[in-house]
């Protein structure tokens, strides 16, 4: 046993298509037989990530690696990056646009969703050259 | 009472005349059918009873599986389980109590409503919309193949569902207690039996999904019954009893019918397997979150879709319209009907989700046959043509991780390789 890895790009500026990337992972991680509590927090993190990447970064690059003590979700983008990470992980903090508002997304809830969906998260950002953030779920 | 068979099967193949076409393989939403040796095969783990097979079949290879007309006389006292879907099903009948009264001429001693059981229903789901610490979104169970899809494959929504009886089981109660009352009969002789719309029903009896304590003697198909009483004449039938359930538990036989009921909060109909699985997976990714209630149906329209009606789903709908619109001129008020039904006389056991898409038990096992499952998917060609006799490219790996098909089923593969 070593690394099961795939990923998928996720598509900017398309709402309808975003949440592909979790639905994949979680068929798969059905497969495995994994509890459904963890695979819905998984896909729930993950989606949100995927939406993050939509509204402020043009898309991206969602990433499943399943390790036989972990999962881990790498959600890679080269967009406008994070100005003030701490701000950004308050609950209700938003830099989303009103068009992106209006559709329902940008609450502010996407980061700390994703903080208290996963057992551990990760995230880099330089402003201009992009974000990175990494969701660690714990199978033991 | 019926006999428990967990592992009923609803539906029937009939080997002469199933042609191997891949049509139900490709329609079924489990992935439960593989075509091997020429012929189509139901995986009856993953069977939901939806009828897509059943529906989709042009050689008409695949039935329903029901109990046949005559079971009803092994009984002293006959008692007829209506749906509401059934009163649409005449062209030329207007009057749902002439179809209600008919079924005393074709060997019935009595009748029964499930649309009372829904007016029942439909008070219930209120009063739990208005406790707390319910589900967000509650998911209703009446549809019981959306019941066999979120416990097979959306366990996320397990949770979700509602644990009280659905309308059916109510009100097969209801007529067994009537019919004791009015009879004074012992409870073996008096047959109480369902008149099916489609598949999925009389699976859920048969395998005792939502009670094992099921007070059904038999099931038996609309289709059959409709026949029969389109052979009595109108004039023949006397109308002694009038419909006791309101307009709005007839509804229940099309689909946004279950909603109509709830005034509360925000609700969301779905009808059609693919419209319901799409909204299931909605909800499993959080999508949805400002919903409070979800009804389902799997068949096009509701039940008035169901496999086993002999009416077109779209007439059928605008005539329960029509009739749902007459009933209201006599009668408006549900709270009669219904007295006051409690959630917790109606209760049942938690909803268990079964995994049945998982490669193994075993997770050292699951995990090395996931492997496999990948880098075998990247060398197949991805056309999901089917002839392989498996839905999807992947669907075929899947079975041969788990020894069921061999790499050489592929033509394209073998192809190659010449």
């Not at chain 2, 005449?90 to 019935?108: D, H, S, T, Y």
């Not at chain 2, 268990?352 to 699951?366: E, G, I, M, S, W």
Request: aromatic share 6%.
């Amino acid at each position: 046993m070593d690394v099961i890895v795939w990923s998928s790009e996720v598509d900017g500026k398309n709402f309808e298509g975003a949440g592909f990337a979790s639905q994949t992972t979680r068929s798969k991680l059905k497969q495995l037989g994994l509890n459904s509590d963890l695979i819905r927090r998984v896909a729930i993190a993950m989606y949100e990530g995927e939406i993050n990447m939509v509204i402020h970064a043009d898309g991206g690059v969602a990433t499943t690696e399943i390790f036989p003590d972990r999962i881990t979700i790498t959600l890679r983008d080269t967009g406008k990056g994070i100005e003030n990470i701490e701000l950004a992980m308050k609950e209700g903090y938003s830099t989303a646009s009103d068009s992106v508002r209006d559709l329902g997304f940008g609450a502010g809830m996407g980061l700390p969703n994703m903080k208290k969906y996963a057992d551990e998260m990760i995230i880099e950002s330089e402003v201009g050259k992009g974000t990175t953030v990494c969701l660690i779920f714990r199978l033991v | 009472m019926i006999k428990i068979d967990k592992s009923f099967c609803a539906v029937n193949i009939d080997k002469d005349k199933c042609m191997g076409c891949t049509n139900c393989m490709k329609k079924c939403p489990t992935e439960a059918i593989r075509v091997k040796g020429g012929k189509a095969q139901i995986d009856f783990a993953r069977c939901v009873s939806c009828g897509e097979c059943i529906r989709t079949c042009s050689y008409k290879a695949k039935t329903s599986v029901y109990d046949a007309l005559d079971i009803i006389n092994k009984y002293k006292y006959k008692v007829a389980l209506l749906p509401p879907s059934l009163f649409g099903q005449f062209k030329n009948v207007m009057e749902p109590e002439l179809v209600a009264n008919a079924m005393k001429n074709i060997g019935f001693d009595d009748w029964f409503e499930v649309a009372r059981g829904a007016d029942i229903v439909s008070s219930v789901t209120r009063e739990i919309l208005c406790g707390k610490d319910i589900p967000k979104p509650l998911i209703s169970n009446a549809c019981p193949v959306c019941v066999e899809l979120i416990l097979y494959r959306y366990h996320g929504l397990a949770d979700n569902l509602m644990t009280t009886l659905p309308p059916l089981e109510i009100s097969a109660s209801l007529a067994r207690e009537k019919a004791a009352h009015d009879t004074g009969l012992d409870d073996e002789d008096i047959g109480i039996f369902f008149i099916s719309p489609c598949a999925a029903k009389i699976c859920s009896i048969k395998r005792g999904l939502y009670t094992e304590n099921v007070q059904i003697n038999g099931v038996l198909s609309a289709w059959d019954v409709c026949l029969k009483l389109m052979q009595v004449p109108a004039s023949e039938v006397s109308i002694r009893q009038k419909l006791i359930a309101s307009n709005l538990g007839l509804a229940w036989a099309t689909s946004g019918g279950e909603v109509s009921n709830i005034q509360k909060g925000r609700q969301l109909a779905a009808d059609g397997i693919l419209n319901v699985m799409n909204v299931l997976r909605e909800l499993e990714a959080g999508k949805l979150t400002d919903i409070d209630f979800v009804e389902l149906n799997a068949c096009p329209g509701g039940c008035v879709g169901g496999v086993l009606n002999i009416e077109n789903p779209f007439v059928c709908k605008s005539k329960i319209h029509s009739i749902r619109r007459n009933a209201l001129l006599y009668k408006t008020n549900t709270v009669d009907n219904v007295g006051d039904a409690k959630p917790e006389d109606y209760k049942l056991n938690e909803w268990q989700p079964v995994n049945v898409f998982k490669l193994d038990t075993n997770f050292v096992r699951a995990f090395e046959k996931l492997q496999q499952l990948e880098s075998l998917t990247k060398e197949l060609p991805g056309y999901d043509c089917g002839l392989c006799g498996a839905p999807t490219c992947r669907a075929f790996a899947e079975d041969i991780v788990n020894n069921r098909a061999e790499i050489s089923h592929c033509v394209k593969y073998k192809t190659d390789k010449v």
